[in-house]
Structure formats: C-alpha cells, structure tokens
C-alpha cells in the first residue's frame, strides 16, 4: 500500500535555547509521519544543531496538513514566516520570511569570478544537447515556425491572417449565430432589449428609443428639476 502524497508545515523547537523553527514539506510523495524519522528539515542550521547536540533535542509539530494541493504547504509557510517577521526575531531559527534572498551583484558567491575555459567547453557542450529536439520540453517547434514563418506578399500574409480569423471566429458556428439570433429576437420582441424599447420622458413627455434618451435627455430635459 503506498503512502498517500500529503503537504504539511510543522514547527521544530530547539530545546537549549526554546528557538523554533517552521517549515513546509511539499516534496514528492512526503507524508507527515516522516516528519523527524527520516525527514529532518532541509535547514542547515537545525542540520547542524542536530550534528552538535542529536535529534533529543528537539520537540517537533505538525501544524497544518494539505492532502488535496500538497503545494499549498509553501504559501502557507511564507504567510506564516511574513506574519511573524520571522527573520527579525531572535527566538527564531529562519533566516528568511519565506522569499529567497537576493543573490544579485556583490550578494551572490560568484561575483568578480570567471568560469575557466574548460568549464565553458563542458558548459556549451550541455547546451547543445537540449536544443531542438532533443530538448525534454520540446514540443515540435510550432511557436517557433509560426514566428519565423515569412510571406513572400503582403496578399498572401493578408490572406493567411484572415483564414485564422475565420477558423477562430466563434460567430463561424452555425449553433452560436441561431443562439445569438434567437436571444436578440426574444429580447425585440418582449421589449427587453434596451435599444429597442422606447422610452417617454415623464417631464416633458418626449418620446425617444434606446438609452441615448437617458443619456442625451432625461438629465438635460429642459423641465428636468
């Protein structure tokens, strides 16, 4: 019998010092019940504390479960870490309210460095392998052709646009125009149809169809107070 596939946050306490920690699991095939038996948070922090002192010291809880959308759990943690300011408190363990830290310009570990020329040969030599088809994601290059499709006259990308339009056309349907048809003969003939009904100003008993009568009239109607 397989393990039902169950989003969860928890929270885990680091019994020294009372600071927490709270997390979200969303992985393939996670369960809260490996919560702190083969699952032990992906913090390198606690992952050290547990090295330093075993995982004795700690209390763990499984606050909140997701079984029908497991990727909710996420949201659910960043909503939780924002709320709290998690990174401003000295009490807790995240260094982050649930977004990843920038890692632009001076940040980011590889600022200043170069890749050597044998890193970029390997590099390259990846690339090529996921171009085309040989790309996983590759899907036959339809928005690709449909992009770089030329025509050779202005008639013919004329012609070509308005075959699409056609084909696109939900009026193209025979149903959708006898649908249409119908609903606005309904509406002409019970009156509901505002561009047929007529209207009489209550001021100076003008007749008038359609709503320009409100528009252009019944608020300009000289006798109007």
Not at 60 to 69: L, T
Not at 175 to 190: G, I
Not at 205 to 221: A, Q, Y
Request: glycine share 6%.
């Amino acid at each position: 019998m397989t393990t039902p596939h169950i989003g969860y946050t928890y929270c885990i306490i680091f019994k020294p010092t009372r600071q927490f920690y709270y997390g979200s699991r969303c992985a393939k095939n996670c369960h809260p019940s490996e919560l702190w038996a083969t699952y032990f948070t992906s913090s390198v922090i606690v992952k050290n504390l547990i090295e330093k002192h075993g995982t004795e010291s700690f209390e763990y809880e499984i606050r909140k479960i997701f079984p029908v959308n497991p990727k909710q759990a996420q949201f659910w943690e960043k909503k939780v870490l924002r709320r709290m300011k998690a990174s401003q408190r000295p009490d807790c363990l995240n260094r982050s309210n649930g977004v990843v830290p920038s890692r632009h310009g001076w940040r980011n570990s590889f600022f200043g460095k170069e890749h050597s020329d044998i890193t970029r040969k390997v590099l390259s030599e990846r690339a090529s392998k996921r171009i085309g088809e040989k790309n996983s994601n590759w899907k036959g290059g339809k928005t690709a052709l449909r992009k770089m499709k030329k025509y050779e006259t202005e008639e013919e990308k004329r012609e070509a646009q308005s075959i699409f339009m056609m084909n696109n056309n939900p009026m193209s349907c025979k149903e959708k125009r006898e649908k249409v048809s119908d609903s606005a003969k309904r509406r002409m003939e019970d009156g509901s149809n505002p561009f047929c009904k007529i209207h009489v100003c209550p001021k100076c008993c003008k007749i008038g169809k359609g709503p320009s009568m409100f528009r252009f009239h019944f608020d300009n109607c000289r006798y109007h107070t």
